[in-house]
């Protein structure tokens, strides 16, 4: 079995950074750590002009968080420090000075889908469902949801949300604008990412920036609004009916 691991490349001003855990790239707390701390390092780089983000493997795209980590909450403390590993992935993406394309290879549930969302393109294959699971464990998708909702509007974001034990299409995600474009293969889906990456990279990088931060406009406020709602997360995980949920899963 392979062992989890965040790393990156950078080659003709395109960065890759790529994740992964055996546990179907679920994050756990140390993995989203080094994730939002490599995407603010690489959007520093001056050799930077694009990044794609990607998980490793063929199938899940993100699982979500860890649920080893989820089950072992105690306390309302340690409940926001977890559930703020997603928040300040998203948080890092929407500061990165460089435009993001996300690589979404397969099914993505919960944090996945907030990080899918929080890309500033995002291209995926016919097999890339998404899953907003939080409801079933007696929690809700919190933290992701603000770049959900940003990405795919308050219906779209409220029905996944609801609707907690369904997979949606990718067809139903690219006609919400969650993916830019769908593609039937793994092969077609990484040559037009590439191909995508390297136009960008013939345009004035000081107008891509200054685009993101229009595009960003009125997420200001998210470094706090974040934390609010990894401490909602981290109250309600504690619950009787979220604990009694957890202990079927054991």
């Known amino acids: ?72 909450i105690n306390d309302a403390e340690t409940g926001k420090v977890f559930f703020s590993g997603f928040a300040n992935v998203i948080n890092a993406i929407r500061k990165c000075p460089k435009f993001i394309i996300g690589r979404i290879q397969g099914k993505t549930v919960g944090g996945g889908v907030g990080i899918a969302a929080a890309t500033d393109y995002c291209m995926a294959t016919k097999f890339a469902a998404i899953k907003l699971s939080e409801l079933n464990v007696g929690i809700g998708p919190f933290v992701v949801s603000p770049a959900i909702e940003r990405k795919m509007g308050v219906s779209a974001m409220s029905q996944i949300a609801i609707d907690a034990n369904s997979f949606y299409e990718a067809s139903w995600a690219l006609e919400k604008g969650l993916y830019a474009s769908v ?27 200054e685009m993101k931060k229009i595009f960003w406009r009125g997420t200001e406020d998210w470094d706090n609004l974040l934390a609010e709602r990894a401490a909602i997360s981290g109250r309600l995980v504690l619950s009787d009916f979220t604990k009694e949920t957890l202990k079927k899963f054991k």
């Open 1 to 72: 079995m392979k062992e989890a691991y965040v790393k990156h490349n950078i080659e003709n001003n395109i960065a890759t950074i790529e994740f992964f855990h055996p546990e179907q790239n679920s994050l756990p707390g140390n993995i989203l750590a080094q994730l939002a701390y490599t995407i603010t390092e690489v959007g520093n780089n001056a050799e930077v002009k694009v990044i794609i983000l990607k998980s490793g493997g063929d199938r899940t795209f993100c699982a979500g968080a860890s649920f080893k980590e989820l089950i072992a």
């Open 183 to 209: 593609f039937d293969s793994i092969e077609a889906l990484d040559a037009e990412v590439q191909k995508f990456a390297e136009h960008l990279c013939t345009y004035n990088p000081e107008a891509m920036m």
